[in-house]
């Protein structure tokens, strides 16, 4: 969860739920030995068990499924090592996201490592769009190539499987994506769930390439026990597992929270020179410990910015032939694209809540967002599209529009599944694709009208009033004084933080502004004060909130919504709280 921004922008109509004190906590921390307040967020996302607990907060290679789990895996291993020892060309096409890259780069290691005729392929995302397309692969077969294999994509490719066989390409699928009620004519498919029970549906592309990888190996070390070079290629993955993995936000439970801490862990140990060099230009160099933050907000940007303002590639040749030197340019080149993509967005960010305010998108009784323009890139409109959820909390469609035909991205909220919401007004669209929270649509610019007045009598019926009111769920009440530097260290071991594991938001009572509060930080973004309860004096940090200076200054008495942090200086450590919201 990012650190910054955290406070609702519209508080008063911002509901807190606060978890009542579980039964079971008393007895969960006696016998777990662990403090109330850690038994009480372990109850909350279900662990309730003494071995659990251990389980969870000391995650063991052990606990990593093997390919043998998941449907396809160990053939597609297979075939790939048959194919590596034949010389025949193998081509990996990949995906222009994170998940994509990562899980391209994998592959591309472990094949290389086989002796193997390896090259990728990545769409570009303004010219080709999502996935497989049958002039990409007609292509690749002019060029030699003999077997392509995908990755994060491809699931749902029909007509470009059947194209593929027409070439006379062998095309092997691992995808994670969710599947049609039927599947792409391919000889092998590898997927968590579209094939049967792999044990962790919420793999990620680049947790599928690894578990294809790590069958590949097997395979070519004949047993279950690799070889010292595989090995270590395999322990080195698990840092790109990890990128993606925590980038494309899936749930960091069960496999995926073993795979998330070690390759977390990995990071400091890095030996590649493209994730070295991305790591040092991403300000980040020298720290002993890596965690969520630092991939969600810091390294997955720079990836992914090249992928949105020019060609994904380059990401994925910073991480696979790109020598030291090569390496320090692209890591350079991906912070420039970042840079240009932060400042775009921005300026879309502020035309869009503008035009949001102008056509009141934003009174209660319309409940979706659709907006379209010719000067918006397409590139990051999905983002921002997240901005305008995040503000007004409706479900949102942004269309880039581009002669005749514009091409958008949505967000959306609870009670609100994008993609069937699409498919109810898709006699209006060219095509869409996604899921429940995020999709993409093409429409002609002569149908946007009729779209967008589909999309809101969809949002009219679907969502209640109560559903457009921001929710804040929060772990437990507690008064500062249970906020010692002992026990949110132990908050702490919970990480990897994520979806099934969220950061601890904790509530106070009723506290007490005990000083003048202070602008501080660049420009006086953000708002720092101390508040007491009784003889406990805690500090609180609000970021770029620092116009709301007066209110809090009017407001003595309040309480906080925050995630707890340590903050270390000089070796001493405190508690400060990273504040989310306040109620007056």
Known sequence: ?????????????????????????????????????????????????????????????????????????????????????????????????????????????????????????????????????????????????????????????????????????????????????SLPDAPIIAHPTACGDSGNPHLSGSGVAFKVAWAMARHLCGGEKTNPRFRDFLVEATAFAALGLV???????????????????????????????????????????????????MLAPRLNAVGRLGHARTAVDLFTSADADRATEIAADLNEHNRKRRNLESEIVKQAETMVVERGFNRDNRRGIVLA??????????????????????????????????????????????????????????????????????????????????????????LTPADLIPKLRLDDEVDLADLTAATIEDVQKMAPFGIGNPKARLATGTVELADEPRLVGQNGRHLSFTVRQGREYRRAIAFGRGELIDQLRDHRRFSLAFEPLINEWNGRKKVELNVIDWHF
């Not at 991205?409 to 694709?433: M, N």
């Open 373 to 462: 323009c010719p000067d918006w890139h397409p590139g990051v409109i999905g983002v921002v599209a997240s901005r305008l959820v995040d503000r007004f909390h409706r479900p949102t469609v942004l269309i880039s529009m581009d002669g005749d035909q514009g091409q958008g991205s949505g967000r959306s909220i609870r009670h609100f599944p994008l993609h069937q919401v699409l498919a109810e007004c898709s006699k209006h669209l060219i095509s869409f694709g996604g899921h429940a929270m995020a999709a993409g649509v093409r429409v002609e610019a002569d149908r946007v009208e009729a779209f967008t007045e589909s999309f809101m009598q969809q949002a009219e019926q679907r």
């Open 247 to 297: 980038a494309d936000v899936v749930p960091l439970i069960s496999e995926n929270r073993v795979l998330a801490a070690f390759g977390l862990r990995q990071l400091c140990h890095a030996n590649n020179p493209g994730l070295k060099a991305l790591i040092e230009v991403s300000g980040l160099s020298g720290k002993r410990s890596y965690n969520e933050y630092d991939v969600g907000f």
């Open 1 to 181: 969860m990012k650190t910054e921004n955290l406070i609702n922008t519209n508080r008063e109509a911002c509901e807190w739920i606060i978890a009542p004190p579980h039964p079971e906590r008393q007895r969960l921390a006696r016998e777990a030995s662990i403090t109330p307040l850690l038994a009480q967020l372990l109850l909350n996302r279900g662990i309730d068990e003494a071995p659990g607990v251990q389980r969870f907060l000391t995650p063991t290679w052990t606990e990593l499924l093997p390919p043998e789990r998941m449907p396809g895996a160990v053939e597609a291993g297979r075939r790939l090592a048959e194919a590596a020892r034949d010389g025949r060309k193998i081509v990996i096409y990949g995906d222009y996201d994170v998940d994509g890259v990562t899980a391209t780069t994998i592959l591309w290691h472990g094949l290389t490592i086989a002796d193997a005729d390896v090259d990728y392929y990545i769409p570009s995302r303004l010219d080709e769009g999502y996935g497989l397309n049958i002039e990409a692969l007609k292509q690749l077969r002019a060029d030699g190539a003999d077997l392509v294999v995908t990755v994060d994509c491809g699931v749902t490719a029909f007509d470009e499987a059947r194209g593929a066989k027409d070439l006379g390409l062998e095309l092997i699928i691992t995808d994670h994506h969710e599947p049609k009620d």
